[in-house]
């Protein structure tokens, strides 16, 4: 019930005004305007000695905060994580309540408070210095106390809030998610992580699906293959045609080396074209042999882009080895159905 108005406040459509388009373009504007005054007044040598701490820290970098910065603190830990850096948030509540014990002398704790008169936070400072952990604020009030009893403090300059009372932490929440992000990525940079690391970090997202998957990864083989030699009968191969799911038929020789592809669209043009005759021609006879093919260990993504390239995309591609050997067909629906 603590969330919910007081009764004498009336938010019914009555008092509701319209917004305009205006209005909300000052308003973008204005956020714009105090976001540019973050990033002119930014202390960059502040700044620099924050990102290079904790590039150099041996242990975790914890963030916390109270509020809204909580939400900030978690996302920015997060965000780090995903990026292989030991990092987790704490509760500045349950740490005083025995989670405390997860901070070390070789760790960082990173306080994020607009006012940097936080109680909660300034509660947590001599428990966390007793732990021998170094401590960071992340404040946006000059002279403020956290800033006094921390290690290092890098000001988060902030004009005002966009909110008309100047209370709501609309713009200082903004301020330090973009900060915390930047520096991610500052990290990311200096620890040189490459595309294939990220992905590993993200195997169940599309971005690592795309950095992780190869085609052998997701191919069909075997049995589920629709293969034919190119002396068999178009008509004695229709079973084996439209059962596999691809589309297609594999023509292949006595040693499983790939000749060429015959796909339904071939079926519907060669009857259309030969009529009655098409009971008598081989699929060797009518089968494409220069199909696009792909190798087992090529990424995933880059058959997607192969299907689509010109002169017309296909479905499928069969995959070979060096000496063209079949060993598997990768078709435009196994892809999609892996979230690629």
């Known amino acids: 019930m603590g969330s919910l108005p007081p009764p004498h406040l009336d938010f019914s459509s009555a008092n509701h005004q319209d917004i305009s388009e205006d209005n909300l373009l000052t308003l973008f504007k204005s956020q714009q305007d105090l976001l540019n005054h973050f990033f002119k007044h930014l202390d960059l040598s502040q700044t620099q000695s924050f990102s290079r701490l904790l590039l150099s820290t041996s242990g975790t970098v914890f963030f916390t905060g109270v ?21 987790s948030f704490l509760s500045p509540l349950d740490a005083l309540h025995g989670d405390i014990g997860a901070l070390s002398s070789r760790d960082v704790l990173v306080l994020f408070s607009k006012s940097g008169a936080t109680e909660e936070l300034l509660r947590l400072v001599p428990c966390a210095k007793a732990k021998g952990a170094f401590l960071v604020s992340l404040t946006s009030v000059p002279g403020n106390p956290l800033a006094g009893v921390c290690d290092m403090n890098v000001h988060l300059p902030l004009e005002r809030e966009l909110c ?177």
């Open 164 to 340: 008309p009372f100047n209370l709501a932490p609309v713009t200082s929440t903004a301020i330090q998610m973009v900060f915390g992000d930047t520096i991610a990525v500052a990290l990311m940079a200096a620890r040189n992580l490459t595309k294939e690391e990220y992905g590993a970090n993200h195997p169940a997202g599309r971005i690592g699906k795309s950095l992780i998957f190869k085609v052998k990864d997701v191919m069909k083989k075997k049995d589920e293959l629709p293969v034919c030699k190119e002396g068999d009968l178009i008509m004695d191969q229709l079973v084996e045609l439209t059962s596999k799911g691809c589309g297609c038929l594999l023509v292949v020789d006595e040693g499983h080396r790939l000749i060429g592809t015959f796909t339904d669209g071939d079926l519907r043009r060669t009857l259309k074209a030969s009529g009655e005759a098409i009971f008598k021609l081989s699929v060797g006879e009518m089968c494409n042999r220069k199909p696009r093919t792909i190798g087992p260990e090529t990424m995933a993504v880059e058959a997607m882009k192969k299907m689509e390239s010109p002169p017309s995309p296909v479905q499928f591609l069969p995959v070979v080895n060096e000496g063209n050997t079949l060993i598997g067909i990768v078709t435009l629906h196994g892809l999609v159905s892996a979230g690629l």
């Open 67 to 87: 509020g809204k910065s909580a939400f900030v603190a978690n996302k920015v830990s997060q965000t780090l994580v995903s990026l292989s850096f030991r990092s």
